[in-house]
């Protein structure tokens, strides 16, 4: 199984509101990921997972917070949004933290904050 | 942390035709990888370039890294509307282990 599985595919969501996202992969893989992508640009990473720590936030507000129930699950929790936060969501997952590893990505969450 | 600039940012074909992308770096580079974009999907790994010169085919996609791994290259001979997408060139974060950092990517139409 070499898929990277995400829910929901869209969400809308108001300013108010506490949603979560969520990410599942079963290839064994010991890291995992949180990009945020806009339209007609390149997905920008906001978290790393390494067996199951948080490695790297990449200065991501605090509305936003990840968390890694075990090595095959990942969750972004929301709240309190801002409507530029309004992007595609994508988790990815990889053998293992580090730069020779490839990353598999899931299809991503469609994220509307109204 | 470490940055790539890619080019072009768009590119329109006929079908048929030929395609290139060109990822350049000021600093050396360990490793780059390139990724796929259909429209409306997600990024899929494509290949990674490690050694100095090396080149890789992939049936009509042909990938190089330049000889002072500063530069890398996808080549897509006789395009199909298949190969509509955003390619995109990943390198490694520099101080950040674990983080990729990608190309802006360039948007390839094929008109049929």
């Known amino acids: 199984d070499t898929e990277v599985t995400q829910t929901p595919k869209h969400l809308v969501m108001g300013m108010t509101n506490k949603k979560s996202l969520k990410c599942e992969q079963h290839?064994?893989?010991?890291?995992m990921y949180w990009y945020k992508q806009k339209a007609k640009k390149p997905p920008e990473l906001m978290f790393v997972?390494?067996?199951?720590?948080?490695?790297i936030n990449e200065s991501v507000p605090s509305r936003f917070s990840p968390e890694c129930p075990n090595s095959s699950l990942l969750n972004l929790h929301l709240h309190a949004l801002q409507p530029e936060d309004s992007a595609l969501y994508l988790c990815?997952?990889?053998?293992?933290?580090?730069?020779?590893?490839?990353?598999?990505f899931g299809p991503g969450t469609r994220l509307t904050v109204t | 942390g470490q940055q790539v600039m890619q080019i072009p940012q768009y590119q329109h074909v006929q079908e048929g035709e030929d395609f290139t992308t060109y990822c350049n770096s000021s600093?050396?580079?360990?490793?780059i990888q390139w990724y796929k974009q259909r429209p409306g999907g997600h990024p899929v790994f494509l290949i990674q370039?490690?050694?100095?010169?090396e080149v890789k085919k992939q049936k009509r996609l042909t990938f190089q890294f330049g000889e002072a791994k500063k530069n890398s290259s996808l080549h897509i001979t006789a395009t199909q509307t298949t190969d509509v997408g955003t390619y995109f060139c990943?390198?490694?974060?520099?101080?950040?282990?674990?983080?990729?950092?990608f190309g802006q990517g360039t948007i390839l139409t094929v008109h049929p």
């Open positions: 990815a997952s990889s053998q293992g933290e580090g730069e020779t590893y490839e990353q598999y």
């Open positions: 290839m064994g893989h010991r890291a």
């Open positions: 997972y390494s067996y199951e720590k948080l490695s």
């Open positions: 600093t050396t580079l360990s490793n």
């Open positions: 370039l490690v050694k100095s010169g």
């Open positions: 990943a390198v490694a974060g520099g101080t950040s282990y674990g983080k990729l950092t």
